[in-house]
């Protein structure tokens, strides 16, 4: 039976589906019976999301750098 | 945000501002961490002018086998090797420590079981989460105490959504290291949101 440390340190493969079949079955297993592990690995997946959705920071010099590619485009060396 | 590869294209091959801008702000972000993961914080902004020169030049062999994303992130990475002058390094799994730690051995007993479990976070959505400003700042204070390899293999897989594989191909790192270091930058951040959901502060 998995500890809830071994799950822990199994999470991020069992959430990229990275983990072979019957590893993924002592993951599923421990789940349903462990609510402390269940709430991990929830908050877990909400932490991912959280990093979906940060917004990205703004490309500083946009136009400058938009200009000068367009530029490059025109001449082709 | 994605945009139309197709209608984008014509528009850069006849050297439209406009289009070079809308490029650049899609997919900058995403090229800035595969050349951070080469090159470093340091070299970072010249491997990616190398990369967009580069792109330039190209853009009108672009066979659109590929999406274009995945072509420029090919192109950044092999431009930011081509910067790279030293013997191939070695990836550094090694920790640095992060504002609120980890998930760490200490929480749980000598048995594996939890010591200190998780508690109920106020916030379920992620929208909520980050309404809070202060937040937003702990996370990017975080997210900059990670060193540059595992700082870019979580912005690549959570932010700009490659696989595994991808990100393997492009920073010539192996499947096993990048789930390690995936791993580990993601419970720094855990203990980040969860530092805050107890705290109310960074």
């Known amino acids: 039976m998995l500890s809830c440390k071994a799950l822990v340190a199994s999470s991020s493969d069992y959430l990229d589906g990275q983990l072979r079949f019957t590893e993924g079955l002592s993951v599923r297993a421990h789940l349903a019976m462990c609510g402390n592990c269940r709430r991990f690995v929830r908050q877990l997946r909400l932490t991912l999301r959280v990093l979906q959705q940060m917004p990205e920071p703004l490309v500083s010099d946009l136009d400058a750098v938009a200009a000068q590619l367009a530029d490059a485009a025109k001449k082709p060396d | 945000m994605p945009i139309n590869d197709v209608e984008l294209l014509p528009r850069l091959l006849a050297g439209e501002q406009k289009a070079f801008a809308e490029l650049v702000a899609a997919y900058q972000g995403a090229m800035m961490a595969v050349a951070y993961a080469i090159v470093g914080r340091r070299y970072a902004d010249e491997a990616v002018q190398d990369a967009w020169l580069a792109v330039v030049r190209s853009l009108a062999g672009f066979q659109g086998r590929s999406s274009l994303k995945t072509w420029l992130l090919t192109i950044t990475a092999n431009t930011a090797k081509a910067r790279l002058r030293q013997n191939r390094r070695t990836v550094q799994l090694d920790e640095q420590p992060a504002p609120h730690g980890s998930v760490g051995a200490e929480r749980f007993a000598s048995d594996g079981h939890w010591l200190n479990a ?74 980040t949101l969860e530092h805050f959901e107890e705290t109310g502060q960074c």
């Open chain 2, 118 to 191: 998780p508690q109920a976070w106020h916030e379920d959505s992620p929208e909520a989460l980050l309404s809070a400003s202060e937040l937003r700042e702990c996370l990017d204070k975080t997210l900059s105490s990670l060193s540059e390899l595992q700082n870019s293999v979580l912005l690549l897989r959570e932010r700009q959504g490659l696989e595994l594989e991808a990100i393997c191909n492009l920073l010539d790192i192996s499947l096993s290291n990048v789930r390690v270091l995936l791993h580990r930058a993601r419970l720094k951040v855990f203990a």
